[in-house]
């Protein structure tokens, strides 16, 4: 089930920046390798994304098979392992985490890259974390269907959003012409602990 976006207010103004968000990671895509590699390399994920899906158990062993049909990927700007702290590309992105500064206690934030025709088969995750979606672009020809549970919400329009438990069996199709690009936050609100 998608958990309602008013229940944490701070959300429609992230929303509401995704133009800037946006942006940022196009100038940001100019100039690093390793993110412009990112949203045109064929289901690249870097190490850090890599990592998070193992501790998430996002794995092939655990799940029994790829969850990517198509073509996703990756490009990590913050984690934590436990406690500590291990990616933090604060200074890349310095006006998108600072408006991500209202999340309690974040685990993972990255840009995810979706194309066209692409498929996340049905999973879910080990740990009971929230998880935040923001479009950063209109989609083209079509929408990117998401569904969680028996639910289902379509993202269209840059700064359409939303939010859910990613231990729920959730699933993406995405049908538009250009490559989606989201802003994920995996967090824990403090509420929860």
């Known amino acids: ?60 062993e655990r799940v029994g098979y790829d969850l990517r049909d198509g073509n996703f990927s990756m490009y990590a700007i913050y984690k934590k392992t436990g406690n500590e702290v291990t990616l933090d590309r604060t200074s890349l992105f310095p006006k998108t985490m600072s408006l991500l500064s209202s999340f309690d206690n974040p685990h993972y934030i990255a840009f995810n890259f979706l194309h066209p025709g692409s498929h996340l088969k049905p999973h879910s995750h080990i740990r009971k974390h929230y998880v935040y979606h923001l479009l950063l672009q209109n989609l083209t020809d079509g929408n990117c269907e998401m569904i969680c549970g028996k639910e289902r919400k379509y993202l269209k329009a840059a700064g359409d959003h939303l939010m859910f438990d990613y231990s729920q069996i959730h699933e993406t199709f995405h049908r538009a012409s250009n490559v989606r690009i989201n802003l994920m936050v995996d967090f824990l609100p403090e509420s929860r602990l």
């Open 1 to 60: 089930m998608f958990i309602d976006t008013e229940t944490l207010p701070f959300l429609k103004n992230i929303a509401n920046s995704s133009n800037d968000i946006y942006e940022e990671l196009v100038s940001v895509l100019s100039k690093e390798p390793e993110a412009h590699k990112a949203i045109h390399g064929e289901m690249v994920m870097d190490f850090p994304s890599n990592q998070w899906a193992w501790e998430s158990g996002i794995n092939r």
